[in-house]
């Protein structure tokens, strides 16, 4: 293509926020935005909360759509067909593309999926990635198709995970990489000069859907095993334990060394100390001063 394509962009989490913001620096024209409906939140259910995606959206006066579905919606597929987008971006959009939407682009739709494919497919590879202690994750261009991250590589890069990085942090860096990456190969590849490589299929690996209940922390597990759950489940859905009835979260922590004096817990090989905590209807606190107030609630 001898000029810049227009793109319409696909996107929910602040995950898309580094990528779109690079295109738009980069000169490529965005004639539109699609991002999940404002979600329901606050007290009551009562109050809304526009997407990350959305808010950048609106701030930078890009045509934002906000659909509730998809499938059968003929009269959103007929406003992208009129458009006339030449190539699609995905990042963290959340529902799967019908595949009469991804035939509408004439370079497809370009998705960014946070880890090296076909490891950890699915809709949580950086929590995995991290909950099995890896040392290292990364990120993958791929062509979006029918089926969970199937599609051919375009790129991949490689990111260390270290050892303090919980899901939110590590976001943010593939996030950052993954913007210079596609802004890096997407001129290559809108040339044609770039041959889409099939994944190897036999080595796909799924990560799982999680939910609030994985985030109880079982304290027979070894001391690793508790971090690596805290760090991967940062920011949601969080880890916690129970103190007679009462829910406290573990928001930080550290293996405990024999001379540290603070709120500790016994796991299966030593124990963690507790750095920021937070008992249910209460406000974040440090470890000691979860002691200091509440310290009875640790007596069985």
Same mark, same amino acid.
């Not at 990489?177 to 190897?200: R, V």
């Given at each position: ?7 319409i962009f696909w996107g929910t989490s ?18 539109? *935005? !699609?991002?999940?409906? #404002?979600?329901? @939140?606050?007290?009551?259910? =009562?109050?809304?909360? /526009?997407? &990350? ?106 990111? *260390? !995970?270290?050892?303090? #990085?919980?899901? @939110?942090?590590?976001?943010? =860096?593939?996030?950052? /990489?993954? &913007? ?32 609030k209940l994985d985030g109880q922390l ?44 603070g709120l500790r817990f016994h796991c ?31 007596? =069985?």
């Amino acid at each position: 293509m001898s000029s810049k394509p227009k793109i319409i962009f696909w996107g929910t989490s602040e995950l898309g926020v580094p990528v779109l913001d690079l295109l738009l620096q980069n000169g490529y024209p965005i004639i539109g *935005v !699609i991002s999940a409906p #404002d979600a329901i @939140a606050g007290r009551g259910q =009562k109050q809304t909360q /526009a997407s &990350a995606i959305s808010q950048f959206a609106t701030q930078h006066n890009l045509p934002l759509f906000q659909p509730e579905t998809l499938r059968k919606n003929d009269d959103f597929f007929q406003t992208l067909i009129d458009l006339k987008a030449d190539l699609g971006i995905l990042v963290a959009y959340g529902k799967l593309i019908p595949e009469r939407f991804i035939t509408l682009f004439p370079k497809g739709i370009i998705n960014l999926h946070p880890s090296l494919l076909p490891k950890y497919r699915g809709p949580s590879p950086l929590q995995t990635a991290i909950l099995n202690g890896d040392t290292q994750t990364g990120l993958s261009l791929m062509l979006l198709d029918q089926e969970m991250d199937h599609g051919e590589i375009l790129a991949q890069a490689k990111q *260390v !995970i270290e050892p303090t #990085d919980t899901t @939110a942090t590590l976001s943010l =860096k593939l996030a950052r /990489a993954g &913007a210079e990456l596609l802004i890096k190969i997407l001129p290559d590849y809108l040339a044609d000069k770039i041959t889409p490589q099939p994944q190897d299929h036999t080595q796909a690996t799924i990560s799982k859907i999680i939910n609030k209940l994985d985030g109880q922390l079982d304290w027979t597990k070894t001391t690793a095993q508790i971090l690596n759950q805290i760090r991967a489940f940062t920011p949601w859905p969080g880890t916690y334990t129970k103190l007679q009835c009462k829910i406290l979260k573990i928001i930080k922590a550290r293996a405990a060394t024999p001379t540290d004096i603070g709120l500790r817990f016994h796991c299966a090989d030593g124990e963690i100390l507790a750095e920021e905590v937070q008992l249910e209807g209460k406000k974040k606190m440090t470890g000691d001063e979860f002691l200091r107030g509440y310290k009875h609630l640790l007596n =069985k």
